[in-house]
């Protein structure tokens, strides 16, 4: 985000919403691998707006990473901009030089006059400095693309029967109390072997939704032992669908990289991995905006984001590469957003006053922008206690 001192605009990190959570404390508090992805791709969005407006000449005041109060700054020598850490790590912003003074004798507030101050430049500049965040997002998610593949090469999934249990949300829930664990694969449901297919975990999951809560008879493969559950699934929803308490399922796979022959088919391979991207975000938040309720519970705070990059970090990191990517599109397309207090609701007020020919007044800014952070940063509240307790957290720290 950028922002003149009238108001810190906020970039949400939390918006992420493909992935979801899951970790212990442990995990989260040795999750260094996730907290640099994050710092990064919200350092690259802050830079996009500080180059563009410094390569212009248009004076920057502060670069901050987080929000509230600085614990760490550094101003260079013979520069008026001050760089700072700070406390509430939701984001960070750009701003900028105030861009009226109070006039002690009349009491009237006048717009300065100073050519470098970013109020004054032309709206095709100012807009250059808005969209250039999003811009150094959308660039960084496509290095970290081809970076990945010609490092590690393309990523294949190689299916194997059976559903993999990634995790069981519910403890409390049917499918713990009967004895199904994380990393189990469910290679039989109800006696019918689960073959080997990408659309083997909604297989099913369609299966269990469409039991009617009857007792199901359930394979499961634990390392190399077989084992038989009985479990009874919760019925029913409003919909008339039996769940088993919060199970996450996925296909059971692994993935197999092939390295590209030369830098051009790495750069196609690219393409298509940046649009696949691309396209699974945009459909995630259309699914977000069109069905809140039920897609909410797949969005994930600060927290949960560096949650998810810790595992990565351990696991692979070929896969840290591919979560900065889909970080850094998140933050690109939900900056992009025409909502107040974001880069795309800054560019509807440029917008305007390209059409009108004259600015909307500083006060309506000032107002819809800070109404807007008030919200965000209520969201943001939410979303960290609901990575809390996604992480059974919350629960040990009220103890």
Known sequence: MFTTDHTQSLYLAQSLVAFTPSASLIQFTSGLGGLAVLALVIIVHEA?????????????????????????????????????????PL???????????????????????????????????????????????????WISLFTSISLFGVAEPSFSPGALVVNIRN????????????????????????????????????????SGGKVLQVTVKRGD??????????????????????VELIPN???????????WNSVQFTNSEFTRFTSQVV????????NFRQSSNGLAGPIGVVSMGAELA???????????AAISINLALINALPIPALDGGQMIFLLWEAIRGVPVSLRVQDAVNRTALFLFLVASGFLVFGDLDRLHILPGLFK
């Open 91 to 141: 984001g960070g912003f750009v701003s900028f030089p105030e861009e009226t003074v109070k006039d002690e004798s009349t009491g009237e507030t006048q717009r300065l006059s100073d050519p470098n101050l970013l109020s004054n430049r032309p709206v095709g500049q100012r807009a250059i400095v808005v969209s250039a965040g999003v811009v150094a997002n959308i660039f960084f998610a």
């Open 171 to 210: 403890l409390d829930g049917p499918a713990s109390q009967a004895g199904l664990q994380p990393n189990d694969i469910i290679v039989e449901l109800q006696g019918e072997a689960i073959p080997a297919s990408g659309m083997s975990a909604k297989q099913v999951a369609d299966d269990i939704r469409s």
């Open 48 to 88: 996009g707006h500080f180059l563009a407006a410094r390569l212009q000449g248009i004076r920057v005041k502060n670069f901050s990473i987080g929000f509230g109060p600085s614990f760490l700054s550094y101003k260079p020598e013979n520069s008026e901009t001050e760089f700072s850490l700070r406390l509430i």
């Open 253 to 263: 796979m692994k993935i197999v990289r092939q390295r590209p022959s030369s830098v």
């Open 314 to 324: 351990r696991n692979d990191a070929a896969s840290l590469f591919s979560f900065a």
């Open 225 to 246: 032992e077989y084992r038989h559950i009985q479990v009874k699934p919760e019925c029913c929803n409003s919909k008339g669908e039996a769940t088993l308490g919060g």
């Open 283 to 290: 459909g995630g938040l259309y699914r977000l905006i069109t």
